[in-house]
């Protein structure tokens, strides 16, 4: 049980990190999109890799939850909070990129605005909860 415990917990942090990288990556390609459909296709392609590392951030947090006997501590309701305001945040930016057509680039540039500030306080929380996490 203890061995899978810890292999849960090395597999959270890693899970975090990619998350974390996700969210980069999404952020440079928003900064340096320039055309609605390029931008569209990429983020068609790559946020199946984000919500995938959500999904193993929370199902290794499940793993670990169960593992301890499922005693809810403060840090443990920090990150169900968490895991669901990331959740949130990535369906609001996904469904505003919807309704931009292909060739409104103001349309575009607003959303790039609202994405930035979704994606910069995703990473600011992300790694709030990661440093919080080693401590």
Do not use: C, W
């Not at 390029?38 to 670990?64: C, D, E, S």
């Not at 840090?75 to 060739?103: D, G, P, T």
């Amino acid at each position: 049980m203890n061995e899978m415990y810890n292999m849960s917990i090395v597999t959270h942090n890693f899970s975090v990190l990619v998350i974390l990288g996700v969210i980069s990556i999404n952020i440079y390609k928003i900064f340096t999109a320039k055309k609605v459909q390029p931008y569209r296709k990429f983020n068609m392609l790559f946020n199946p890799m984000g919500v995938t590392a959500i999904v193993a951030i929370i199902f290794t947090g499940i793993v670990m939850m169960a593992a301890k006997h499922l005693e809810f501590t403060l840090a443990n309701i920090i990150m169900i909070i968490f895991a669901v305001v990331l959740i949130v945040l990535e369906v609001k930016r996904s469904k505003a990129l919807r309704y931009i057509m292909n060739q409104d680039l103001a349309s575009f540039l607003e959303y790039k605005k609202f994405s930035m500030k979704i994606l910069l306080s995703e990473f600011a929380i992300s790694l709030a909860i990661y440093i919080g996490m080693l401590l």
